[in-house]
């Protein structure tokens, strides 16, 4: 069964638009949350959450952390091409071990 | 600073062989970590060490092997390859348990 489960699995918007990305995650030994962006090749970090509730802003993207409903949204706001990529979410879990979920493939259209 | 770099880049095996993949990071970073990523997955934890001289089995680590021999490299050992090893290998680095993975750009692996 997997730890990290991510929605959708693909989406396909046009520039201008706002998307929620969505990623739940298992709660047995978990500590923290983390979001990549992943274009060509290797991810990039983009925030990490361990406390619930407390939103993470950067430009036009943020993410807030839900611990009651054990799961997290991405949002970006005023898609641009450059938003296209692989959205990837993990679970950070004792041991340190991190668990991705399969990713949502975010495609914006000009 | 290069942070997280891999090599080689791509590599072909014959099943059966063997290779060596290098990680190296200049950041002094203590967490060092092996990824395997395949088409439409996310990425699966193959081993990880949390300093120069300790490895531990992470969630996929059949087949691999790991050394840390030294605090900034971290290499990743397949002693007879497989077809089902053909995938996207990354190695990431943290400063802590807590902190932020930098990733290395990856190594292509295609084992026929």
């Known amino acids: 069964e997997d730890k990290v489960v991510q929605s959708p699995l693909s989406l396909v918007v046009h520039e201008g638009d706002t998307v929620t990305l969505n990623c739940s995650y298992e709660?047995?030994?978990?500590?923290?949350l983390l979001w990549y962006k992943q274009e060509k090749k290797a991810p990039t970090f983009l925030f990490m959450l361990t406390s619930s509730g407390i939103e993470k802003k950067s430009g036009r993207l943020s993410s807030i952390l839900d611990k009651k409903e054990l799961s997290s949204i991405l949002n970006i706001t005023a898609t641009q091409t450059g938003d296209s990529a692989i959205y990837l979410c993990a679970g950070l879990y004792n041991f340190n071990k991190f668990y991705f979920g399969s990713g949502t493939k975010l495609n914006v259209k000009p | 600073n290069a942070g997280v770099t891999q090599t080689p880049k791509f590599r072909v095996l014959k099943t059966g062989q063997s290779m060596t993949l290098l990680c190296a990071q200049d950041?002094?970073?203590?967490?060092m970590y092996w990824y395997r990523q395949d088409p439409g997955m996310g990425l699966r934890l193959i081993h990880y060490?949390?300093?120069?001289?300790?490895?531990a089995k992470g969630e996929v680590p059949d087949g691999y092997n790991v050394s840390r021999l030294k605090k900034q490299n971290f290499l990743l050992g397949l002693e007879s390859a497989a077809p089902s090893q053909t995938s996207v290998y990354f190695c990431a680095s943290s400063l802590g348990n807590s902190d932020t993975q930098y990733f290395g750009p990856g190594t292509r692996l295609t084992v026929l």
């Open positions: 950041m002094n970073h203590e967490y």
């Open positions: 709660v047995t030994n978990f500590r923290s």
């Open positions: 060490s949390v300093g120069e001289g300790t490895t």
